[in-house]
Structure formats: C-alpha cells, structure tokens
C-alpha cells in the first residue's frame, strides 16, 4: 500500500465534549475513534492499544488524560501492528508545550520498531496514527498516517514541517 499522509479539518471536539459532560483536559487527550461522530456518551469503545499509548507517554512524563467515564476495549483483529486511539492535542496544553506533538510521534515510532523488529520481512505490518491538533481556541485539524511501520518516519518529517510553517 502506498504511504498515506492525510490532513482535513475536524469538528470542534470542544462542543462535542461539553454536550456530553467531559471538560478538555490540559494534556494530551485520548480520545475513542470515531469521537466526533458519537450521538451518545454510553457505549463508548476505545482501540485496543489505548493503554499502551497511555503508558508510554506516561513513562516519558508526557501528560495525558482519557474520557472521565465508563468505556469498553475493543480487541485488534486488523492487520494493523496497533491498533490506536485518537490523540488529541489541545491548544492551551500545545502553547505551554509546543515539541510535545514530535516528542510523542517520536515515541510511537520507537515503539513501531520495537515490535516490528519481531516480525519477518514479509509480515510488514500498517500503522495507522491520526492526531487531531487544536491550532488555534476551537479550531482543529487531523492528520491521519497510514502505511508500513517503516514509513512512519516520513510522518514525523511532515508534522516537523507543518510545525515550521506555523512559526
């Protein structure tokens, strides 16, 4: 499969979050796939991999928060290497901490190698990796990558640049 680099804009999450009781945290947020078309805040399922990415940040003093709620995991049965939540970076937590987008994507991809090392040639897995970045108060973009762990370096490059083109 051809490496995938998507960028769209994204509903205000805000409103979504206030309608259903949830306050944006001042952290990297973690977010259900899908979050943004939710109608209710019952049933709410999370990637299977959501605590690995918590974890992970977590361990590496990135702060991050989850949905203050109830909620199901669902098993990975993809072919994807993980499957991962939506990550989502507020802007008043993106003022105070504006490397914290690369920092993280930098984490995944170590992570990717690691596991992906166990793994012969022929089973090259897809990563799949959508951000959602507040740009500016109730402004969002998402960025979505999707293709072979061994690409996902590129993704780091382009957000680096998307970083440098703000500035």
């Not at 051809?2 to 309608?19: D, H, L, Q, S, V």
């Not at 990135?62 to 949905?67: A, K, P, R, T």
């Not at 990975?76 to 989502?88: G, H, M």
Request: charged share 25%; aromatic share 12%; proline share 5%.
């Amino acid at each position: 499969m051809e490496n995938m680099i998507k960028t769209e804009g994204y509903p205000n999450i805000r409103i979504k979050a206030e309608k259903f009781g949830f306050s944006v945290p001042d952290s990297v947020w973690i977010l259900p796939n899908g979050f943004e078309t939710m109608q209710e805040p019952n049933n709410i399922l999370y990637s299977a991999d959501y605590d690995t990415v918590i974890k992970l940040f977590r361990s590496h003093d990135i702060s991050c928060s989850v949905l203050d709620t109830n909620f199901s995991k669902l098993q990975n049965n993809s072919f994807e290497l993980f499957s991962l939540p939506l990550i989502a970076f507020p802007y008043h937590f993106l003022v105070n901490h504006p490397e914290v987008i690369i920092e993280s994507l930098k984490l995944l991809s170590d992570l990717f190698h690691k596991h992906s090392k166990s793994l012969t040639k022929s089973e090259q897995h897809e990563v799949k990796v959508t951000i959602v970045k507040e740009e500016r108060p109730s402004s969002f973009k998402k960025y979505t990558f999707q293709g072979p762990e061994s690409s996902f370096d590129k993704f780091i490059e382009y957000m680096k640049s998307e970083a440098k083109n703000e500035k």
